[in-house]
């Protein structure tokens, strides 16, 4: 679950221009194999997989994204920073995780 939430919080430094969409959809492709979607909203909150929303800060200018994950501060720094769909870049984790992260869709 760490991981999901881990997940949910590290897309929305893609999203950097939340008022534009009322949702932006990313799926994240780890190295090992596994996919998650995370739906980022415009409160400043993401749920992955269903799980429930989670808050987040952002630090564009280091291209990374911190929340607190039960009790634990978890972060994930990007490759680059972007808000359109097929956006693509890579990122890692304080979990040890890495990938691929692409926007799939943004409703607005």
């Known amino acids: 679950m760490k991981t999901r939430l881990l997940i949910a919080i590290a897309g929305l430094a893609l999203v950097a221009t939340p008022a534009l969409a009322a949702s932006t959809t990313v799926e994240f492709a780890r190295n090992d194999g596994q996919t998650t979607t995370v739906v980022f909203n415009t409160d400043g909150t993401a749920s992955a997989n269903g799980q429930p929303a989670s808050p987040y800060t ?3 200018a280091a ?9 634990q501060e978890l972060c994930v720094t990007f490759g680059e920073m972007g808000s359109t769909v097929g956006f693509s870049t890579t990122y890692n984790d304080t979990a040890g995780n890495s990938g691929t992260a692409t926007i799939t869709a943004v409703t607005e």
């Open 63 to 71: 291209k990374k994204i911190c929340g607190q994950v039960e009790g």
């Open 58 to 60: 952002l630090d564009e």
